[in-house]
């Protein structure tokens, strides 16, 4: 029954490579170094004129980067998968997550680029590293603005490390020059973070639990939003539909809806049995956080 309920996905989407956890990172001529960019992991595929972009997962996220999508119709490549991270950046340069989860910049969101899967037809993951991004950087050098080359350093890993955290940088991927691409987790890519990023701390505060995303107090009590898991009948979590718990309880819920008015598509909803103290028992609002914080207003009226 558990096979039965995969999903599956889509034809022609390639998983990505992931990299590992370490608390030491490596030096040496046999390793390259990446910077760890804050954004969404995306797998770009490119077959003549027509382009998908799907997320880590393997969900269609052609619709949000509009910007990436006509930068890749216009590379010289017949066709072409690349495996980059899309980013939004403030003045500094540094990518800020929120502007991309959010979608308040959509239309000038561009991808970092940092391997290439597959060019013309040919399957390059068995190819090293090094020789992938050396063709990387060839189609890209003349591509529009929604795709830059991820540069890569040489040299003592720990260095660049601390470099990057001195910028406010997310952290490093340090690369094997030789390493195949494989999907899936690797050892041949080793990741670590830099503890003051924004990306690491807002990590942390997702620890309550993985179906758990946010808090908020209200009335001396604490608030949780959960997803809602039983939203869907495989008990897959739905990005769509939370639950909004008290005391271990579920006390309203927060969800979108094609009903509501336009520019405010997330409902927020005291359960039935709430009803009966607080005023308003619902509303509208154009943001899922928008829509955390008048419940809680709503549930301080008693």
């Known amino acids: 029954?558990?096979?039965?309920?995969?999903?599956?996905?889509?034809?022609?989407?390639?998983?990505?490579?992931?990299?590992?956890?370490t608390d030491k990172l490596p030096s040496g001529s046999e390793w390259l170094h990446e910077i760890k960019h804050d954004g969404f992991r995306v797998i770009a595929r490119k077959n003549d004129a027509k382009v998908k972009l799907y997320s880590r997962p393997g969900n269609d996220l052609t619709y949000r980067f509009p910007l990436l999508v006509e930068t890749l119709v216009r590379l010289r490549s017949r066709s072409?998968?690349?495996?980059?991270?899309?980013?939004?950046?403030?003045?500094?340069g540094v990518a800020l997550f929120n502007r991309v989860r959010y979608r308040h910049y959509d239309e000038s969101i561009f991808l970092y680029a940092f391997d290439?899967?597959?060019?013309?037809?040919?399957?390059?993951?068995?190819?090293?590293?090094?020789?992938?991004?050396?063709?990387?950087?060839?189609?890209?050098?003349?591509a529009g603005a929604g795709i830059r080359f991820n540069e890569h350093m040489e040299g003592d890993g720990e260095t660049v490390f601390?470099?990057?955290?001195?910028?406010?940088?997310?952290?490093?991927?340090s690369k094997r020059k030789d390493s195949a691409y494989r999907s899936g987790r690797s050892s041949d890519w080793l990741k670590m973070k830099n503890a003051n990023a924004p990306a690491v701390k807002r990590e942390e505060r997702g620890r309550l639990g993985q179906t758990e995303m946010a808090m908020i107090e209200a009335g001396g009590r604490v608030l949780i939003l959960k997803r809602a898991s039983a939203s869907r009948p495989s008990g897959q979590w739905n990005d769509d539909h939370f639950d909004v718990a008290c005391d271990g309880a579920v006390v309203g819920r927060i969800f979108k809806a094609n009903a509501a008015p336009v520019g405010s598509p997330w409902i927020w909803t005291l359960a039935f049995e709430q009803h009966k103290h607080r005023s308003p028992t619902h509303g509208y609002a154009s943001t899922r956080e928008a829509a955390m914080r008048a419940f809680a207003k709503s549930w301080r009226r008693e």
């Not at 072409?80 to 500094?92: L, P, Q, R, S, Y």
């Open 162 to 173: 601390r470099h990057a955290c001195k910028l406010g940088l997310e952290g490093i991927v």
């Open 80 to 92: 072409c998968i690349i495996d980059g991270e899309t980013v939004a950046c403030d003045d500094n």
């Open 116 to 142: 290439l899967i597959e060019l013309n037809g040919d399957d390059l993951r068995p190819d090293p590293l090094e020789s992938r991004k050396a063709k990387l950087e060839i189609i890209l050098a003349k």
């Open 1 to 21: 029954m558990g096979a039965m309920l995969q999903r599956a996905l889509p034809a022609g989407f390639i998983a990505p490579c992931l990299p590992s956890k």
